[in-house]
């Protein structure tokens, strides 16, 4: 019995460097064939796929708004509504399902960290001195929907990516823009009798290291 079993062994060991010096010579003289089967391997593997998540959080009671990005745009805009809504919409990694917004709240206040999926899923190939790389280009994008009669602070803080605020002439807020080395632009027209008190004017902090800031109507 124990014959049979060591012969099947070597049987199987021969087998499989037999394979092996088949698959080594079709790679050699048919390194075109395991490219293109290589390709369309890893093509469906790192393919980005639509992405698309929603979270609404109910503003009352609430003073302070706080979201925070590393590079991922974020364009807020101001709705006749009574909550917050944050969607996330583009291209995310196949394999990588999500969440991408986390929140941290108080009675008082909202945090919101908004992240990005990493693109990090790649491969790289080399047959006879020929080099094949893929990865994912993946891209999310952050609108909120922010309450037009909100009243409290809201501070939007990214790295590198860019902030657009979109407001109505028809109402007034307060704004604090700073960028270390991005463009500041703000051309909204703003109405100041839209309030009847200081109280009632929203406080808009946008901080960036690198992005982008634009406040416009």
Known sequence: MLKKILMGMIALFFIFIGGMIILI???IYNPDSIFTAFNKVTQFVVRDQDYKEQEEYFLQGIKSIH??????PIHVRTYNGSTMKVLIEGMAPRFEKGPYVFQVADAENIKLELQEP??????????NGEEYTEQTESK???TVY???KYAGRMQVETHSGNVHFTVDKNQIFEFDLKSESGAIENSAQMNPQA??????????QILTTSGNIKVTN
């Open 67 to 72: 979201m925070q990005s590393d590079r991922m």
């Open 195 to 204: 309030a009847s008190s200081p109280d009632q004017v929203a406080k808009i």
């Open 146 to 148: 922010l309450p037009e």
């Open 25 to 27: 010579g079709y790679t």
């Open 140 to 142: 999310l994008v952050a």
């Open 118 to 127: 990493v693109s990090a899923h790649w491969f790289h190939l080399n047959i």
